[in-house]
T-cell receptor, first 114, second 112 residues
Framework: AQSVTQLGSHVSVSEGALVLLRCNYS??????LFWYVQYPNQGLQLLLK??????LVKGINGFEAEFKKSETSFHLTKPSAHMSDAAEYFC????????????FGQGTELSVKP | DVKVTQSSRYLVKRTGEKVFLECVQD?????MFWYRQDPGLGLRLIYF???????EKGDIPEGYSVSREKKERFSLILESASTNQTSMYLC???????????FGPGTRLLVL
């Protein structure tokens, strides 16, 4: 069985500060891992994905994430937060043989203070 | 770009009503999904479909059914809406490789 845990339902940072959103997963098969972002009243947009290539994955809007198998983690980072980064972020896992079914974490709402 | 559209952004229905949520994708993808999103619970899979007329239960299918008569369209049906089905409903489709899911804008349903 697969599962995803996002540590912290709310994270608040100051503009210009480091953003770190934590995600841990469990999977019995080699995982695909994703980060999605949801802006208010919108659907989910893919930020980045890991599909067994490079362990450090770069995404849109300056975000990146590192797959660490030993820690079963896929934390999302951005060196310098911008006000426009305020949104809800979801980590998700899929097995490579599971037809694209995703298991999502609970979500982390990111607030950015001026 | 993949486009996934949902028939309504907001819906208000009464308890006991039959509710149809429609989703259309324009990329001829085989796989389509329905999720509901609730605060603190993330997204939970209701049903998915791998092809026309095929459907599989997800994690929370109770109280829902689906229909896939055409490849581009996947409908979620609430046979008799209840207040605990008030939620945001998101439709998705994924790329042929199965790696990436593309989401519609969501339908926010309120059941009174």
């Amino acid at each position: 069985a697969q599962s995803v845990t996002q540590l912290g339902s709310h994270v608040s940072v100051s503009e210009g500060a480091l953003v770190l959103l934590r995600c841990n997963y469990s999977s019995s098969v080699p995982p695909y891992l994703f980060w999605y972002v949801q802006y208010p009243n919108q659907g989910l947009q893919l930020l980045l994905k890991y599909t067994s290539a490079a362990t450090l994955v770069k995404g849109i809007n300056g975000f990146e994430a590192e797959f660490k198998k030993s820690e079963t983690s896929f934390h999302l980072t951005k060196p310098s937060a911008h006000m426009s980064d305020a949104a809800e972020y979801f980590c998700a896992v899929s097995g490579s043989n599971q037809g694209g079914k995703l298991i999502f974490g609970q979500g982390t709402e990111l607030s950015v203070k001026p | 770009d993949v486009k996934v559209t949902q028939s309504s952004r907001y819906l208000v229905k009464r308890t006991g009503e039959k509710v149809f949520l429609e989703c259309v994708q324009d990329m001829d993808h085989e796989n389509m999904f329905w999720y509901r999103q609730d605060p603190g619970l993330g997204l939970r899979l209701i049903y998915f479909s791998y092809d026309v007329k095929m459907k599989e239960k997800g994690d929370i299918p109770e109280g829902y059914s689906v229909s896939r008569e055409k490849k581009e369209r996947f409908s979620l049906i609430l046979e008799s809406a209840s207040t605990n089905q008030t939620s945001m409903y998101l439709c998705a489709t994924n790329s042929p490789s199965g790696e990436t899911q593309y989401f519609g804008p969501g339908t926010r349903l309120l059941v009174l």
